[in-house]
């Protein structure tokens, strides 16, 4: 997961100045005008805004990442993000492969539970059948079909026992794999392969995460969550390593609204705002807040989904005379403008190894051919000015998708389409996504695990609940099922790319820019590491809350 050399870079901003620092990312000195104040609070409580409200705390449940920062900090996996964001042994304390790559064998630390029981191998089992269970509802199951059986699982032709998890004894679990799994450290630090306590589930079922019934193995525990407006956890006395654990209260706040976070943060109430710098106040922030910014190359990007089960997006045509239309330099120069890449494909820049020969063909088109050439398909499939193609788009009601949507709109607006901007917030465009319930809609996503095949599994046809589009292409699916088979790195990253290539042509997604962190950081927060995955866990985190001026 390490950063590329390429995104070691030197800024000068004015107002302050910028260094670079381990990684590529940027360590900035703050003007004495900066305006922002520093929390008085105590040294053990920390205040984070997260982006959103969660829909739920079960890592067998969840899908986003702003349930991801407050769920890895209660719990555990088996690897865990070190203060970097890169895997390590956690839950677990070393793990081994076969030969052949099919089978993992994990020896697990001895530790417990927050109520005192043991976390076993058999809770593991549990786990990895409940996930399987269709009865469970796991959006993102999708992600654990290398292992046998998980999938055929999942869809109900087998029980949720048949899949290829077992104890070898109390502290021995052992996963087999239908193919070899090159990111296997990455997975298994991921929530859908997180253990849930046995004996806990069994007797609350799903209320075993109301504060009363809760029992996790990682450093903090639910205490208090008030709907919209903050989600408390207090230090796990039991957690193994908790005397290396300095902050013992955290206090999670929705911040959907940007700007409204961000005055939160100017103010001292909240010592981080996750990926919470608006981007109308972007160049203000430089002047004035560069060392509060963390900003950095991210494994993450943005693109639209169009809805293939619907009238005109099953055309090929129409897809592509909207992705044409698209001016990704203006996107990323005049509205983004926090250092996005302009994206030509769905990998984002800084995966490792992976060669990004695949791209949308019209990119050495300048606009004025494109737009030209929109036009002529639009024609083709029956739309011009007497019969413009109109819809809604739905987006997150977040300040950078209703600037990048009026953007948009006037560049389809110069093709003759007509878009309509439906707001929704996250948890409901979440729902909707899942559903297929929309026209043309934004999406995202960040790496889970620094490989290719985690943005293209999101295009498979057997991910029922992530393949927003519902595309499926047979083309596309045996490739990527092709390169699961393939042991030599390169080859297999190049057969990728061959898959890539198919989905961009059949235009699945119209991917828009890559992404980078943009997040607020006092300076009272020591610890924070800035990386492409932009995961940074509590337990590596301290409060000095002594730095009142430079």
């Known amino acids: 997961m390490a950063p590329s050399k390429g995104w070691n870079r030197r800024l000068t901003m004015a107002g302050g100045t910028a260094a670079v620092v381990a990684g590529g990312y940027f360590a900035f000195r703050r003007p004495a005008d900066s305006g922002f104040k520093f929390s008085t609070a105590d040294a053990r409580t920390f205040h984070r805004g997260n982006a959103a409200e969660p829909e739920t705390l079960d890592p067998h449940k969840s899908s986003t990442i702003w349930e991801d920062n407050i769920i890895g900090d209660m719990m555990v996996g088996l690897m865990h993000q070190d203060a970097a964001g890169r895997p390590i042994p956690c839950a677990c304390e070393s793990y081994s492969r076969s030969a052949d790559g099919l089978t993992a064998t994990f020896r697990l630390r001895d530790h417990v539970w927050s109520d005192g029981v043991k976390v076993t191998a058999h809770d593991y089992v549990f786990s990895f059948r409940r996930i399987a269970d269709p009865k469970t509802a796991a959006q993102y199951v999708a992600i654990l079909y290398p292992i046998k059986n998980m999938q055929e699982a999942a869809s109900g032709k ?4 048949a899949v290829g998890v077992r104890a070898l004894d109390d502290r021995t679990l052992q996963v087999e794999f239908i193919f070899q799994v090159p990111y296997i450290a990455e997975l298994f630090m991921h929530a859908t392969t997180y253990a849930v306590p046995r004996h806990v589930v069994e007797k609350h079922g799903d209320a075993w995460l109301k504060p009363e019934n809760i029992a996790v193995n990682g450093p903090y525990i639910l205490k208090e969550w008030v709907p919209n407006g903050h989600i408390r956890v207090d230090k796990n006395p039991r957690f193994y390593d908790a005397a290396n654990v300095p902050i013992e209260h955290i206090f999670y706040y929705p911040t959907q609204d940007a700007l409204a976070g961000l005055k939160r943060f100017r103010a001292g109430e909240l010592d981080i705002s996750y990926h919470g710098i608006p981007l109308t106040e972007i160049a203000l922030l430089r002047r004035t807040m560069p060392r509060e910014l963390s900003i950095g190359p991210l494994l993450g990007n943005y693109f639209l989904v169009l809805n293939f089960t619907r009238k005109p997006f099953d055309d ?23 250092g996005q890449r302009a994206a030509y494909g769905i990998i984002p820049y800084g995966m490792p190894d992976y060669p990004y020969t695949a791209q949308l063909r019209f990119r050495p088109l300048p606009m004025p051919a494109r737009i030209a050439k929109a036009k002529t398909l639009l024609a083709e499939a029956g739309f011009g000015p007497d019969n413009p193609l109109t819809f809604d788009m739905s987006i997150y009601n977040r300040v950078e998708w209703k600037l990048t949507c009026v953007a948009l709109q006037a560049m389809w607006r110069a093709v003759g389409v007509q878009m309509r901007i439906l707001s929704l917030d996250s948890q409901i ?7 297929h319930d929309f026209a043309v809609a934004s999406a995202g996503w960040l790496a889970d695990y620094a490989d290719p095949k985690n943005f293209l599994f999101l295009f498979q046809s057997n991910n029922k609940d992530l393949n927003y589009s519902a595309y499926s292409s047979p083309r596309f699916d045996g490739l990527v099922s092709q390169s699961d088979h393939i042991r030599d790195a390169a080859e297999r990253l190049e057969v990728l790319a061959q898959a890539e290539q198919v989905m961009l042509d ?16 006092s300076p009272q927060v020591k610890g924070w590491i800035g990386n492409p995955t932009n995961f940074n866990r509590t337990r590596w985190l301290s409060l ?3 730095i009142h001026k430079l």
Do not use: C, M, W, Y
């Open 544 to 546: 000095d809350r002594g």
């Open 158 to 161: 087998l029980p949720p026992e």
């Open 316 to 338: 090929v045509r129409v897809r592509t005379a909207l992705s044409l239309a698209v001016d990704r330099e203006v996107l990323v120069d005049k509205v983004q403008r926090a």
């Open 429 to 435: 465009l979440n729902a909707t996504l899942r559903r």
């Open 506 to 521: 059949d235009v699945a997604a119209i991917p828009l820019f890559d992404d980078v962190t943009r997040d607020l950081v």
